[in-house]
């Protein structure tokens, strides 16, 4: 299929240079470089949510703990009834 892309003159010129230097067309490191985006998990695109994705499973353990520091500092200072 044909169609008109509108990239930045650099972006062009970094693709075409590229592209020579592997000695393919154009139009197939764009098609290269469209396929491997596509077949990227959603996440890698956001590369700080698998760090952030990879800590849900600790959401149980933060409460538990902030639960713990709660209680030891209600025994520190217990809340007085004015």
Same mark, same amino acid.
């Given at each position: 299929? !044909? ?11 970094? +693709?075409?240079?590229?592209? +020579? ?20 998990? +959603?996440?890698?695109? !956001? ?11 600790? !959401?149980?353990?933060? +409460? ?19």
């Amino acid at each position: 299929m !044909k169609t008109t892309l509108e990239i930045p003159d650099a972006v062009f010129r970094r +693709a075409k240079a590229r592209a +020579a230097e592997q000695g393919i067309p154009l139009r197939q490191l764009v098609t290269d470089a469209v396929i491997e985006k596509l077949e990227r998990p +959603a996440a890698a695109e !956001k590369p700080w949510m698998l760090l952030a994705g990879g800590l849900r499973s600790l !959401k149980n353990e933060t +409460a538990r703990i902030q639960r713990l520091i709660e209680e030891e500092f209600e025994t520190i200072e217990p809340e007085r009834d004015e």
